[in-house]
Structure formats: structure tokens, C-alpha cells
């Protein structure tokens, strides 16, 4: 297993336009989240999933925002009509254990730019 | 509320010195974890250590330590003979036993010059 995979890397989109970014977490991992990181800041928590099931949803994540685990492996992460200020890097995390705060895998990101 | 932070934005230290990465954090749980993690330019998290709350014993590993004292409520991370591939933004963060996710700080760049 080669750890929790993002795709794409980079988007580059027009304001308006709708946006989806996937994870592919490490395999055996019933733990997914999403995290979002702007410039010179920590990453800051969106959502999660406890197999499909999305368990908690940060007041971050507007009504443009939804998040899917359909068969409890992959995510998708899709934001619509983006604006300048969803510009940032979109981080996902995957876990084994049930509770995060044992270790939590972290891919390379997906790096939003939205003009 | 759960917070953390980390009061060095950036810190520059020429190879070979020692630097010690401050976190401080504030929870209201009685039973929490702590982490330290690194992001090199590539952007990946790369996870380094969790702590909980009840063991307060110093850690070290190769030339990183770690000085976990709930007196102060601090976690203080040192690397020892610091090395150029130690450059990268470090978060220190922190997870509340009856919550499911990790709450970082804003992170330190550290720079290490040759």
C-alpha cells in the first residue's frame, strides 16, 4: 500500500465553477477525513466518515460543500459555484484504529486555486 | 474548547544548532492526545508523535525529543544537531478523548541554513 492518494494534485478553476477531488485511503482504513489548509495556517477540519457513514460536518463546510463515501472506501469531496475564498490546499486523512487520535495517515493534498 | 498554539510563526538556525519548537494547548478533557507533525514542501502530513495525557514521559528519538509537561500545558519538541532536511513547517496538535478529530496549530516554518 503506498498511503492515502489524492487526485488531482492541482485544479485551477474559474469562480462559479464546480469542483470534485478524490481520496483513495489506505485500504484496511475505516477512518476518512477531510481537512482544508489556506496559506500560513493549520489544517482545519471539514468532515469525516466512519465507513460510509459521514459522521461529523464542521460549520466550515458550507451548503456548497458535500462529501460522499459511497461504498466506504474512497471520497470524493466536491465544492460548487467556487468562490476565491475556497482557494486552498484540500487535505485527506485516513485512520484505522475507531478513534482518530491513535495516528492518522495524511495524503499530499489537492491545491485549489480558484480565479 | 480545545486549542493549540504555537507562538514561533518562523525560526531560522544554522546546521548543526539545536532549536525548540514551542506548543503550547488548552483543553478541558482530562484525557487527550498530543501530536507533532511535519510538512516538507511536498505538502504531505507526515506524522511524527502522539502523546496522551497520561504519560508524561519525556520521549526521544534519533535527534528529535519531545517535553510533554501538563503543568504548563505544554508540548515542546528540540531537534538535536539540526539538518538541512529538517526544513518544513511543523504542527503541533491536539485531540480531546470524546472527539474524533485532530485540532492543529498554525504551525512553525523552521529553516535550517547550511
Known amino acids: 500500500d503506498t498511503g492515502v492518494s489524492q487526485d488531482p494534485r492541482h485544479k485551477i478553476t474559474k469562480r462559479g465553477q464546480n469542483v470534485t477531488f478524490r481520496c483513495d485511503p489506505i485500504?484496511?482504513?475505516?477512518?476518512l477525513y477531510w481537512y482544508r489548509q489556506t496559506l500560513g495556517q493549520g489544517p482545519e477540519f471539514l468532515t469525516y466518515f466512519q465507513n460510509e457513514a459521514q459522521l461529523e460536518k464542521s460549520r466550515l463546510l458550507s451548503d456548497r460543500f458535500s462529501a460522499e463515501r459511497p461504498k466506504g472506501s474512497f471520497s470524493t469531496l466536491e465544492i460548487q459555484r467556487t468562490e476565491q475564498g475556497d482557494s486552498a490546499m484540500y487535505l485527506c486523512?485516513?485512520?484505522?484504529?475507531?478513534?482518530?487520535?491513535?495516528?492518522?495517515?495524511f495524503g499530499q493534498g489537492t491545491r485549489l486555486t480558484v480565479v | 474548547a480545545q486549542k493549540v498554539t504555537q507562538a514561533q510563526t518562523e525560526i531560522s538556525v544554522v546546521e548543526k544548532e539545536d532549536v525548540t519548537l514551542d506548543c503550547v494547548y488548552e483543553t478541558r478533557d482530562t484525557t487527550y492526545y498530543l501530536f507533532w507533525y511535519k510538512q516538507p514542501p511536498s505538502g504531505e502530513l507526515v506524522f511524527l508523535i502522539r502523546r496522551n495525557s497520561f504519560d508524561e514521559q519525556n520521549e526521544i528519538s534519533g535527534r528529535y525529543s519531545w517535553n510533554f509537561q501538563k503543568s504548563t500545558s505544554s508540548f515542546n519538541f528540540t531537534i538535536t544537531a539540526s539538518q538541512v532536511v529538517d526544513s518544513a513547517v511543523y504542527f503541533c496538535?491536539?485531540?480531546?478523548?470524546?472527539?474524533?478529530?485532530?485540532?492543529f496549530g498554525k504551525g512553525t516554518r523552521l529553516h535550517i541554513l547550511p
Open positions: 496538535a491536539l485531540s480531546e478523548a470524546r472527539d474524533d478529530k485532530i485540532i
Open positions: 485500504s484496511e482504513h475505516n477512518r
Open positions: 486523512a485516513s485512520s484505522l484504529e475507531p478513534e482518530m487520535n491513535t495516528e492518522a495517515f
